[in-house]
């Protein structure tokens, strides 16, 4: 599966889904909004570049309380969407920057010790993790440039841990150290350009060969969100 309309949509979906269905069935849920980057370990377009913005439902769902002194345990499972991109998005002939945007869909465990006032939230939490990653960039320019895409898509895990603060109601505040690995990938690529050669231009695109690349990276977040009888 590459990072295509068609990914983004059923992403989207799974997303609305995590914010929707835990409030409509009255379970116990906890939802989270990120602020901060997610790093890319290996060589795309930026080395070691850290993709700017991003979208990220994290939740957790359910579970076990475990209560004792001085708090109470929760375990339950946990899921995650999340897309971010990096570059400028141009793609035009003048543009040498890449664009690169990356899509994670995670699921796995979460524990939560949670203290006796319910004001301070310590968790963590592990699983699998699904990225899938597109790449584009130019050399060149005018009618000499050349368009390159990598697409790449592969299933590793996720180690992470943090803690939220609740002041008041089902609003908290947190923040919370991410790590992806495991996901070697090989990419399928494609090049187009302009053949000059010919008589009227034409516009080819022809494959590339295969890359080992993969979306190992750490990601550091201050996360935002609202919880219900977590």
Same mark, same amino acid.
């Given at each position: 599966?590459?990072?295509?309309?068609?990914?983004?949509?059923?992403?989207?979906? +799974?997303?609305?889904?995590?914010?929707?269905?835990?409030?409509?069935?009255?379970?116990?849920?906890?939802? =989270?909004?990120?602020?901060?980057?997610?790093?890319?370990?290996?060589?795309?377009?930026?080395?070691?570049?850290?993709?700017?913005?991003?979208?990220?439902?994290?939740?957790?769902?359910? *579970?076990?309380?475990?209560?004792?002194?001085?708090?109470?345990?929760?375990?339950?499972?946990?899921?995650?969407?999340?897309?971010?991109?990096?570059?400028?998005?141009?793609?035009?002939?003048?543009? =040498?920057?890449?664009?690169?945007?990356?899509?994670?869909?995670? &699921?796995?465990?979460?524990?939560?010790?949670?203290?006796?006032?319910?004001?301070? /939230? =310590?968790?963590?939490?592990? *699983?699998?993790?699904?990225?899938? +990653?597109?790449?584009?960039?130019?050399?060149?320019?005018?009618?000499?440039?050349?368009?390159?895409?990598?697409?790449?898509?592969?299933? *590793?895990?996720?180690? /992470?841990?943090?803690?939220?603060?609740?002041?008041?109601?089902?609003? /908290?505040?947190?923040? #919370? &150290?991410?790590? +992806?690995?495991?996901?070697?990938?090989?990419?399928?690529?494609?090049?187009?350009?302009?053949?000059?050669?010919?008589?009227?231009?034409?516009?080819?695109?022809?494959?590339?060969?295969?890359?080992?690349? #993969?979306?190992?990276?750490?990601?550091?977040? &201050?996360?935002?969100?609202?919880?219900?009888?977590?």
């Amino acid at each position: 599966m590459g990072c295509g309309t068609k990914t983004a949509w059923g992403w989207h979906a +799974v997303l609305l889904l995590a914010l929707v269905v835990p409030a409509g069935c009255g379970v116990p849920y906890r939802v =989270s909004f990120p602020l901060g980057g997610r790093a890319l370990d290996d060589v795309w377009t930026r080395p070691g570049g850290n993709l700017a913005g991003g979208l990220e439902s994290g939740i957790g769902l359910g *579970g076990v309380n475990l209560t004792f002194q001085p708090g109470r345990l929760r375990i339950g499972p946990e899921i995650l969407v999340q897309y971010s991109t990096a570059g400028d998005g141009e793609e035009t002939a003048f543009t =040498s920057e890449g664009f690169v945007e990356l899509y994670e869909y995670q &699921v796995g465990a979460v524990m939560s010790f949670i203290a006796l006032d319910g004001k301070l /939230h =310590s968790f963590a939490g592990l *699983g699998l993790a699904d990225a899938s +990653v597109k790449e584009d960039y130019t050399l060149g320019q005018d009618w000499a440039a050349e368009f390159f895409r990598h697409t790449g898509e592969a299933t *590793g895990y996720y180690l /992470h841990a943090g803690v939220l603060w609740c002041p008041a109601g089902g609003f /908290h505040l947190g923040f #919370d &150290v991410r790590y +992806v690995g495991g996901t070697q990938m090989q990419t399928t690529g494609r090049r187009s350009y302009w053949d000059t050669g010919s008589v009227p231009y034409q516009y080819l695109t022809e494959s590339i060969a295969s890359e080992s690349r #993969d979306a190992d990276g750490v990601q550091y977040s &201050v996360l935002v969100g609202w919880h219900q009888n977590w």
